[in-house]
Structure formats: structure tokens, C-alpha cells
């Protein structure tokens, strides 16, 4: 049995996280010789990029989405 923790580190709304997450896992185990969810997908939401990166765990996959700050 293996749960999925989400790390909201933006101010997006967690239910517009939850779908963004949902669309990683709908690609499936890709990463890891296909033992894990996509290592960093790039998100634009409202003109803003959102990154998502994933790691895996001995009972879980952890997905942690945060926005992507640009350098001036």
C-alpha cells in the first residue's frame, strides 16, 4: 500500500495543485526505469510557471509544487 503526499509551496489553490498532480500520475511511471512519477513537469498557470517535482519513497510518492521564481 503507498500513499501520495502533496506539498502546495505556492499560493495556487490546492485544488488547481490536485489537478496539476493528477496529470503527472495519468502519465504514469516514467522515471526510475519506471518506478517513479515524472521527475520535474513545468506547469504555466495564469502566465506564472509552476514546477512540480516528484520523489519516491519506501510507502509513498511526494509530489511538491512550488512556483518558479525568474532572475532579474
Do not use: D, R
Given at each position: 500500500m503507498s500513499k501520495?503526499?502533496?506539498h502546495n509551496?505556492?499560493?495556487?489553490?490546492d485544488i488547481a495543485v490536485i489537478k496539476a498532480v493528477t496529470s503527472v500520475i495519468k502519465m504514469g511511471r516514467i522515471t526510475?526505469?519506471?518506478?517513479?512519477?515524472?521527475?520535474?513537469?513545468?506547469?504555466?498557470?495564469?502566465?506564472e510557471e509552476y514546477h512540480i517535482v516528484t520523489d519516491l519513497r519506501k510507502y509513498s510518492d511526494v509530489f511538491t509544487?512550488?512556483?518558479?521564481?525568474?532572475?532579474k
Open positions: 501520495i503526499i502533496i509551496q505556492s499560493e495556487i489553490s526510475n526505469n519506471n518506478k517513479q512519477y515524472c521527475y520535474l513537469t513545468c506547469f504555466e498557470i495564469e502566465n509544487f512550488y512556483k518558479v521564481t525568474k532572475k
